[in-house]
């Protein structure tokens, strides 16, 4: 939000300062204040990092995040521990990665390299649920499931746990270096490297068998490929949720730069509603609320509650941030003092930047549109995505073939005139079971096919090939063709594999002769 | 201190930077980003002393762990030649035939005749056998010297018409040159040229062709075989081709069975032994036999 570009033309003459008042209260929650911390006194070109010390609340959404954290940390480390039975010779890890046997194993789906495309259609459809929920609720994603957010949380836990509240543990980093400062420092260091080695051990299961590969670690005796991963995903967590947390969101990520794009008008964000908190103060005792109104203050009592919970450090009061994740741990806190003090919830809450406008300036709330064409584009980009992913994982082959024709020679002219091809032909048995095959080719009038290799390199219009399960078979084929049936050059074969129960691939090749 | 200069719509204070009324606002990068740099710098510091790192003419600076690439290659090479070493005596051990017959020696020989056959074979052979003018195709059915695996094991080993003292055919000799040497009249090699055609259904005048019947029997067929089969299916060693055929070593038109009645022809080719080693021909046997042609 601070990459608007001052567009006056005189040069060197300072501009002259807009005031935030002459904008009107609705417009000026549209475009979003500068935080504090750039409005300093001196220039730098670099920034000093002020410690985020979040501090504890709760409230509905304090609840939603521990939910989604519990339900994302158990689906990441039980997973690889499901088992999945496939029958004999073949893993029973429910999700398997088997990068060495290069196949992906995922409950009923298996997928060869050659299928790789199932995961751009993942990768398109997550883009797009990331749009949706965006175009929706604004940084969702970002304050609920991504995994910066989940396992910062986790380790603010753990601080918490150990070093106490925000209080007590901005008093325990200022003050001097004790015994109990030091135990509790190691403590906390202990517990999330603990949390980062178990991170980093999950994500390898997810890899290799799981049992087999703990049942290594435990003995000392797991590859060091193995423990060298475990090491930089320990590393990667410790040094991310321990020490980088909302640095990684506002100076790594991407997504919060673009996130602009994503959001409209009515998009449900985290919104302070400034209409009616501002002018805040402070609230004295004596003071009823009727006077504070009479007096041209608003609700927001400026107890700060909001900015010390953020976990990004922000004053969500400035309004819509490029920091901001969307969490609404701020709506949590400010609701609570709210309540304390009389006054309706809601001062800062998930709303429309219309609706906001509309409160403002006539006081009537405006419609929410969940449904906008936005929102029906991406939900039904998603759907055609899944549905096709969906009918191609029904229809899935377990046969598969691919040919590859000869280069150097081209095509070989025999001694009785015949014109040969060779081409390189694989067949794919995705399947648990050895499987027969015949072999025809189609569209070459007179074509006879023999394999290379075979007893007898008989010239057949058929050949019978077999391939064992769960494994490419790579067959050398000649097509042979009377030099009378060529048109050209050039003309178009196809091969035709068709398993002993029905299962038919097909192929289109060429056959290439002499020139006429 | 120059007077702080602030951006009016964002608020954000500029760096100052003016260019055609745009200014460049100050949004600072975080000072661990800064260390970063710093700590890469350090890196470089103790790779330099590690590792080689610069150039001092004609040498370098070597690093204190001793780390060289081309020493870890040399380690990978012995390392590989040591794998290949079970199938490689195998290989010399055992015939052709048998190689053939063994799954995994047959893979071996094959990826290996491969790269051996693009180093030694494929300049005048072609990639793949496909063969060129006055070289044969490997990859089709036509053989000159036989195309059994013992029979491609002996060429390669030996050569055509070389210096080795077992090699194929005698050196110096060949096709007869028929017209250069005056055996044969301009009319006469028309004639067994049209006959030859005839052989093939190509002849174009009968009356020349029924003539060069008796000019083929009298000079050609002690060769080529009493009916232009070629030496190999006349039970000869002497690599004459079958002339009846659709594959031409020279060309299949007149004018160029023409030239080559009247100036003879004469292929050689080297023997191998001297240069390579005897797996290495095996190998090679085995890829050449399994190229398509082999008998």
Known sequence: MSTSTDIKPSKGQAPTAQSPADTTPGAEALTAAPPKAQRRASRSMYQKHSKVYPKAVSGTFRRLKWTALAVLLAIYYVLPWIRWDRGPNAPDQAVLLDLANRRFYLFVVELWPQQIYYLTGALILAALGLFLATSLAGRVWCGYACPQTVWTDLYVWVERLVEGDRGERIRLDQGPWTARKLGRKALKNLIWLLIAAATGGAWIFYFTDAPTLLGELARFEASSTAVGFIALFTGTTYLLAGFAREQVCTYMCPWPRFQSAMIDEDSLIVTYQDWRGEGRSLMRKSQSWEERKAEGLGDCIDCFNCVQVCPAGIDIRDGLQMQCIGCGLCVDACDEIMTKVGRPTGLIKFDTQTNQVALATTGQPAPTHLIRPRTILYSMMMLVIAGAIAIGLVLKPGLDISVLRDRAPLFVTLADGTVRNAYTFKISNMTRDPRDYTLAVAGLTGARIAVAGEEQEDQETQQRLTAAPDMVATYRIFVTAPRSSLQGASQPLTFRLTSANGETATYESVFMGPAN | ?295
């Open chain 2, 1 to 295: 201190m120059a007077q702080k200069e602030k951006d009016a719509l964002s608020g954000v204070e500029t760096t100052g930077h003016e260019w055609d009324g745009l200014r460049e606002l100050n949004n600072p990068l975080p000072k661990w980003w800064l260390y970063i740099f710093y700590v890469c710098i350090a890196w470089a510091l103790v790779y330099y002393v590690l590792y080689p790192a610069w150039p001092l003419g004609k040498t370098y600076t070597k690093g204190l762990l001793g780390y060289s690439q081309r020493e870890e290659i040399v380690a990978k090479l012995a390392e590989g030649k040591k794998a290949q070493e079970k199938y490689l005596t195998a290989i010399a051990a055992k015939s052709v035939d048998d190689i053939q017959k063994d799954k995994d020696l047959l893979a071996f020989a094959m990826a290996g005749g491969r790269s051996y056959f693009n180093e030694n074979c494929a300049a005048c052979h072609g990639a793949g056998g496909q063969g060129a003018k006055g070289f044969p195709t490997l990859a089709d059915d036509v053989w000159l010297w036989g195309g059994t695996t013992a029979d491609i094991y002996k060429t390669i080993q030996h050569g055509i018409r070389s210096d080795d003292a077992d090699t194929r055919g005698t050196p110096g000799s060949g096709m007869t040159a028929f017209g250069r040497d005056g055996i044969l009249k301009p009319e006469q090699i028309n004639q067994v040229a049209e006959y030859v055609l005839s052989l093939n259904k190509r002849s174009t005048d009968a009356a020349a062709a029924e003539k060069g019947k008796a000019v083929f029997d009298e000079n050609c067929a002690a060769c080529h075989g009493d009916k232009a089969q070629g030496s190999l299916a006349a039970g000869m060693d002497v690599g004459a081709p079958p002339l009846v055929q659709a594959n031409w070593l020279y060309g299949a038109d007149k004018a160029t069975i023409v030239q080559t009645v009247t100036n003879g022809r004469a292929g050689v080719m080297p023997a191998w032994s001297k240069r390579l080693d005897d797996a290495t021909i095996k190998s090679l046997a085995v890829y050449v036999h399994n190229l398509g042609g082999g008998k």
